[in-house]
Nanobody, 124 residues
Framework: EVQLVESGGGLVQAGGSLRLSCAAS????????IGWFRQAPGKEREVVSC????????YYADSVKGRFTISSDNAKNTVYLQMKSLRPEDTAVYYC?????????????????WGQGTQVTVSS
């Protein structure tokens, strides 16, 4: 059974940092992409960043480039999202998701497996 468990969310002031973790189990980690997505109240879920665990190719949404860094520890089956210079508009529930395929997936409809989400709140 595929399981994805996010952690690391919380309340932080604008300009602060958080590191989210996504612990994965139930599948061959090296063969999957892991994506971070977020959903703010009243808005659609959007992609934040994705990584392919075989070659560590990465993707970032324009809104987080230069502020967020995605990384993967294949020995721990865990993907991290280091978030710096946080802004109030980064406030959302952050989800990690997993997908198996031949290229780096960046659309939410390409990811069949999802975690339960972790809340990130950035105060101004």
């Amino acid at each position: 059974e595929v399981q994805l468990v996010e952690s690391g969310g919380g309340l932080v002031q604008a300009g602060g940092s958080l590191r989210l973790s996504c612990a994965a189990s139930g599948f061959t980690f090296d063969e999957y992409d892991i994506g971070w997505f977020r959903q703010a109240p009243g808005k659609e879920r959007e992609v934040v960043s994705c990584i392919s665990n075989d070659d560590h190719n990465t993707y970032y949404a324009d809104s987080v480039k230069g502020r967020f860094t995605i990384s993967s520890d294949n020995a721990k089956n865990t993907v991290y999202l280091q978030m710096k210079s946080l802004r109030p508009e980064d406030t959302a529930v952050y989800y990690c998701a997993a997908a198996s395929g031949w290229r780096l997936f960046v659309r939410k409809d390409e990811y069949p497996y999802w975690g339960q989400g972790t809340q990130v709140t950035v105060s101004s």
